[in-house]
């Protein structure tokens, strides 16, 4: 789906566009608690000719945000609240329930933003959190730190195009890490009718999908080995999977 945000005047200030898999997300700034917000679609564009709107949950008037943003090989953290101006807080950084990272900090006129390394933190799903000074939980984000450098490529070939039946089948396999040096591993080999099963095993759990996104997540994951079908950045999608 596709459409717009708008205002009760009908003033549209944002837009926003789902993935293959039905997700998405959209920025609004300047909202204002007195107002109601919309989701206009234009895709589908109509129900019996009746444009389809939803109205978006009500805008709380004092609160907590805190955004993880990826800029290059850095996350930015910024911690905004309406009502904490110049209070202190806790940043916490944590991987599968273990906390890599805790200080304390001062608010700037409800403001407080860091950059971190994301060399600094493991690959999969990293659990940020603000917590007031008494060490209550305030606010919190899931974010994805893709570290493609850590992962094994796997480079398999055979030494022939076609097989007969019961045709004895070599197989040659490299194992290199990221700069193509070569790491001994071990392995299984999985053989299906690709025609048949070809698509759904690129879509299916795998071992990356079940170590860092399906292990730490509840409920169920739509096609999970999706955001790891190939070398390409799934940045967006797991953004949006986080969210």
């Known amino acids: 789906i596709e459409g717009d945000i708008a205002d009760e005047k009908g003033l549209i200030i944002s837009s926003f566009k789902s993935n293959s898999l039905g997700m998405g997300s959209f920025f609004i700034s300047n909202v204002d608690s007195s107002k109601k917000y919309y989701a206009r679609l234009r895709f589908p564009a109509s129900l019996n ?3 389809l709107v939803y109205p978006l949950p009500n ?12 800029q290059g090989d850095h996350v930015l953290i910024k911690a905004l609240s309406n009502y904490m101006k110049n209070d202190s807080i806790f940043v916490r950084i944590s991987f599968r329930g273990v906390d890599l990272y805790e200080k304390k ?7 407080y933003q860091s950059i971190i390394s994301t ?3 493991p690959e999969g799903i ?6 007031d000074n008494s060490k209550k939980p305030i606010a919190e984000r899931l974010y994805f730190n893709e570290k493609p450098q850590s992962r ?6 055979t030494d022939k195009e076609k097989y007969g039946k019961r045709k ?5 396999i490299q194992t290199t890490n990221y700069n193509g040096e070569a790491v001994k591993t071990n392995g299984s080999v999985l053989v299906i009718n690709k025609e048949e099963l070809g698509t759904m095993q690129k879509l299916r759990q795998n071992i990356l999908s079940y170590f860092l996104i399906d292990s730490e997540l509840k409920g169920n994951i739509e096609n ?3 955001y790891f079908k190939n070398e390409n950045s799934m940045h967006d999608d797991l953004e949006v999977l986080m969210l």
């Open 59 to 70: 805008v709380a008037a004092t609160g907590n945000t805190l955004s993880v943003t990826k």
């Open 119 to 121: 060399t600094l933190i």
């Open 49 to 51: 000719n009746k444009p």
């Open 168 to 172: 004895l089948t070599n197989l040659y």
């Open 105 to 111: 900090v001062n608010l700037n006129q409800g403001l």
């Open 152 to 157: 094994i490529k796997i480079n398999l070939s």
């Open 224 to 226: 999970p080995g999706y």
């Open 126 to 131: 990293i659990s940020f959190t603000i917590l």
